[in-house]
């Protein structure tokens, strides 16, 4: 009788595990079949045809072959086939069947086969047994395309491969998984990097997808991006030498230069030296000095003022390198460090020195031709400007002025925050100096100055915002154990009104992002998310994006969130938020 289940087993055979628990794999890694010698080929095949449910094994064909023309007797090998026939597989399915008859769903028997041969493949998997197939058929095995079709059964070989990096068997499956066009499933780098055009391929979906990232998304994407490339030296070294022939290209080459530079960060905070292979990238036989100096400075992590004294020299010739060498935000984080982290020590006499080459990293435009290796044109006109302003919010950061002196300072610390390398700065100093266990306790306006200094930041660059939150995030959850509960929820309420303020400034989705978290966690007070949904319904007007209306709705439909805030005319903020986004993006969304 014809099961309806054979879709598990078809034709009533397949990979189901023998009695004994044991996974047979078709081509035993034995010593090789047999020789010249018939009588030992069949000796060989009579053994095999001994063995239990041999007939369903998929090697039964060549080794019929193999018996009859060593001579082989028909009635012999009838006999002991059918003898030894057990039928595991068909009992399988003949099981498989009752449990259908039964009323089970035929989805949940599926799943339960699956679920066992799955458990009892990687318990019993044999990579000698999976590598002999290939030496057994001389081709890829039809069943084979057949398996990497379903997803199941492409999770299991991703599995699989972790575990046996070495399997031939496994390391051709998933080439031929990527060859179907399944790289994106391909997680784990440890399976793709064995294989460069494997690699190639999922290098080239990862970048593809840091291209087409939302600002909300961005992060993401190139921290996996990084995340894939600093798996091992062959991967790092192949994709940054394709990333640096992709950042020379006119269009899109600043965006690959990017993410070449958010790979160096991520080896770096992985503690690898990568400095060697960044500066023969970057720097080639042509600026051996200024590689040389930066390279020394890098390895150690630490600016040297020998080594500042050479790049000074070098970047204020007439003939400059390129500004790019200086760009590496490793070495742009030192100097930031260096001006505005307080208590950094920093040589006086070098000080102009840090400053202008922070101040020229910044703000010099200069294009190269790569083909030719020649400067197109150098732009230094903002130099001077942009290094007046370093100076001046240097020596206010570094004087440890009290709050009082600082607001004799805010119309000065208001104009140069203005150039944005001196913003990134004062984020540097601020986020120091708010850290102090003590900031708080002997800060109790209504918004403290340093904190209003970020305000200043956020109107002026929204590319600093990311930033600035990531400031304000880790202040609202830090613990104040040593101060009154009310003091804790002041200070938070007024890190609310910052984040609402960054809201307002356009960086939206992700601040009400990360407070519908700090909702769902259940681990922050519900009054500071009453507060942030009250200020955010006064802050905003239609239209909303869709994005916008699944994060806050929520949020403003909680009873116990809004339930105060609503009256009964309708007429409240919370009813008409409500009433709009069900008749505008609620509707529609069914539509």
């Given amino acids: 009788m014809e099961s309806e289940t054979e879709e598990y087993y078809p034709n009533g055979s397949g990979s ?38 041999f007939i369903m094994e998929p090697e039964i064909f060549s080794q019929l072959k193999k018996y009859f023309q060593s001579g082989g007797n028909p009635e012999q090998v009838i006999d002991l086939l059918s003898s030894n026939y057990i039928a595991v597989a068909q009992m399988a399915n003949l099981m498989a069947e009752w449990l259908i008859l039964a009323g089970a769903e035929i989805q949940t028997v599926q799943q339960l086969v699956e679920n066992h041969l799955h458990d009892m493949i990687l318990k019993t998997f044999d990579p000698k047994k999976a590598d002999a197939i290939f030496a057994e058929e001389g081709e890829t095995p039809s069943w084979l395309a057949e398996l990497i079709e379903y997803p199941t059964w492409r999770s299991l070989i991703y599995r699989l491969a972790e575990d046996y990096p070495d399997c031939l068997m496994l390391n051709f499956t998933i080439k031929l998984i990527s060859d179907a066009g399944h790289q994106a ?64 290209e006119q269009r899109g080459g600043h965006v690959i230069r990017r993410l070449q530079q958010e790979v160096q960060k991520q080896a770096i905070k992985s ?31 630490a600016l040297n003022p020998a080594d500042i004294v050479q790049l000074h020299r070098l970047y204020n010739s007439s003939d400059p390198p390129p500004v790019e060498l200086i760009r590496i935000p490793q070495f742009l984080q030192l100097l930031i460090d260096a001006l505005f982290k307080p208590g950094a020590k920093i040589n006086q006499e070098h000080k102009s020195k840090y ?25 230094k006109d903002e130099v001077k400007g942009t290094m007046q302003a370093l100076e001046k919010v240097h020596s206010i950061c570094s004087a440890n002025k009290g709050n009082v002196e600082l607001l004799s300072e805010l119309n000065t610390l208001y104009q140069c925050i203005k150039f944005p390398v001196v913003s990134v700065g004062v984020i540097r100093w601020v986020e120091c100096i708010v850290s102090e266990s003590t900031y708080f306790s002997l800060n109790s306006d209504t918004c403290p100055i340093h904190l209003a200094l970020l305000d200043e930041v956020v109107a002026n660059h ?22 009154e509960i009310l003091a804790a929820l002041e200070i938070k309420k007024m890190l609310v009104d910052r984040l609402v303020n960054l809201l307002s400034r356009g960086y939206v989705l992700p601040v009400v992002k990360y407070m519908a978290q700090c909702w769902r966690n259940t681990d922050t007070d519900i009054s500071l998310i009453r507060y942030f949904v009250t200020e955010v319904l006064e802050t ?6 869709t994005e916008f209306v699944s994060l806050f709705l929520p949020l403003v439909e909680n009873e116990e969130i809004t339930g105060t805030m609503r009256i009964d005319s309708d007429s409240d903020p919370v009813s008409e938020f409500i009433v709009h986004c069900k008749a505008n993006h609620v509707n529609n969304s069914l539509l």
């Fill in 185 to 248: 499933e391909i997680t784990s780098i440890s399976t793709a990097a064995q294989q460069i055009e494997v690699f190639s391929r999922i290098l080239k979906t990862s970048v593809s997808t840091y291209l087409s990232s939302t600002p909300e998304t961005m992060q993401k994407n190139l921290e996996e991006c990084a995340n894939m490339v600093c798996h091992g030296q062959h991967t790092y070294v192949y994709a940054q030498v394709l990333l640096s022939v992709l950042g020379t």
């Fill in 16 to 53: 189901y595990p023998p009695e004994d628990g044991r996974v047979e794999m078709e081509g035993e890694d034995e010593e090789e079949e047999g020789g010249d010698n018939p009588q030992e080929t069949l000796k060989m095949c009579l053994d095999k045809f001994g063995s239990p449910d």
């Fill in 540 to 545: 905003i007007a239609p239209p909303y994006s």
């Fill in 355 to 379: 400053i202008f080459l922070l101040a020229y990293a910044s703000s010099v435009c200069d294009t190269w031709s790569m083909k030719k290796g020649s400067r197109k044109t150098l732009n």
């Fill in 462 to 483: 929204p590319l600093l915002h990311s930033k600035v939150l990531t400031l304000f995030t880790s202040l609202f959850e830090r613990a104040y154990g040593g101060m």
């Fill in 271 to 301: 503690n690898h030296d990568v400095t060697p292979i960044t500066m023969a990238l970057m720097a080639g036989f042509q600026h051996s000095k200024a590689a040389h100096n930066l390279s020394s400075m890098l390895s150690r992590n």
